[in-house]
């Protein structure tokens, strides 16, 4: 009988550690998600950079007092209808504050992935900036942080971009880091005069768990004891449903009608909270194919929201 619960005791401790050890796993694989840099686009054969796609930019770097280096590409557009297509040189000028869309991508993505969300963008703003999120792709001196704080980077960048009207367009994580971003009490939150968010959600929690059960891993308890770590390293869950209630800006959520990794009552709640927001639905679209799977659809609710947003300053 000792011997059965000596063997008991064992295998509880065995179970223990090996849950430890998996929710550890789960912890540096979150903050140290792959990197999509140009060995991934050329392996994708994917554009390297706004160059290859026939577009002017500038690449520089955000560096961050803590040591984070941020790559950034800031493409010039010369397509642009219906607002002034200017070059870099003129930012100092007495013209009308450039548009500028400002994309941020999701966990695991890079500002490499973005080069193929830029239509329309392209044709409506003078300027577009992709950067590379913490952890991301050539971001450096440091790990993710799930977005946890994260909105302090952008926050930053855009003060770095000068006078001009900035229209946020995030996606999944990303988007979380919009939303808190034009959430906040910055004096930089009164040139956000849009956002569009692509899957968000409520909690990193929520994604975790989901992103494992499409790859058919298990989740729970090990999730929670991630979270739990997560915590501990002072990684706090995002106040989406809060910020989005402070939002000052229209907002317009994009959701997938098959997205597995962002529920739809996540994107209803924000929306139904948020002061101006509406909910477009791509049918057929996942997680992150809404822009590629129902193109028209996507590109006329983006062109739509521009317009309306383009229009409350565009006889300043």
């Not at 004891?225 to 915590?231: D, I, N, Q, T, V």
Request: with cysteine; glycine share 8%.
């Amino acid at each position: 009988m000792q011997e059965l619960v000596g063997l008991a005791i064992l295998l509880l401790i065995a179970l223990a550690v090996l849950g430890v050890l998996l929710a550890a796993m789960l912890v540096h694989g979150a903050t140290h998600p792959p990197r999509h840099t140009a060995g991934y686009a050329l392996a994708h054969s994917l554009a390297c950079d706004p160059g290859e796609l026939d577009l002017r930019f500038e690449s520089w770097t955000l560096d961050r007092p803590d040591g984070a280096k941020l790559p950034v590409w800031e493409i010039a557009c010369t397509k642009a209808h219906g607002v002034h297509a200017v070059g870099f040189d003129e930012r100092g000028s007495n013209r009308r504050p450039l548009l500028t869309a400002v994309f941020l991508h999701g966990w695991g993505r890079s500002r490499i992935d973005l080069l193929a969300r830029i239509r329309p963008w392209d044709e409506l703003c003078d300027r577009l900036v992709l950067y590379d999120l913490r952890g991301h792709g050539e971001a450096t001196g440091g790990a993710s942080r799930l977005g946890c704080d994260e909105d302090a980077d952008l926050i930053a960048l855009l003060e770095r971009l000068g006078e001009a009207r900035f229209i946020l367009v995030g996606s999944s994580m990303g988007a979380v880091i919009a939303i808190s971003a034009a959430a906040t009490d910055a004096a930089v939150r009164r040139r956000i005069v849009g956002l569009i968010a692509y899957g968000p959600y409520l909690d990193f929690h929520t994604s975790l768990r989901h992103r494992l059960r499409v790859a058919g891993l298990p989740t729970r308890p090990f999730t929670d004891l991630a979270m739990l770590w997560f915590r501990l390293r002072g990684l706090r869950q995002q106040r989406t449903l809060e910020d989005a209630a402070q939002l000052r800006c229209p907002l317009l959520v994009i959701r997938g009608d098959e997205d597995r990794i962002s529920p739809a009552h996540h994107a209803e709640m924000i929306v139904a909270l948020a002061p101006d927001a509406v909910l477009h639905t791509a049918q057929g679209a996942g997680h992150s194919d809404v822009h590629t799977v129902d193109s028209q659809s996507h590109h006329a609710a983006v062109r739509a929201f521009v317009e309306r947003v383009v229009g409350t300053f565009g006889h300043e």
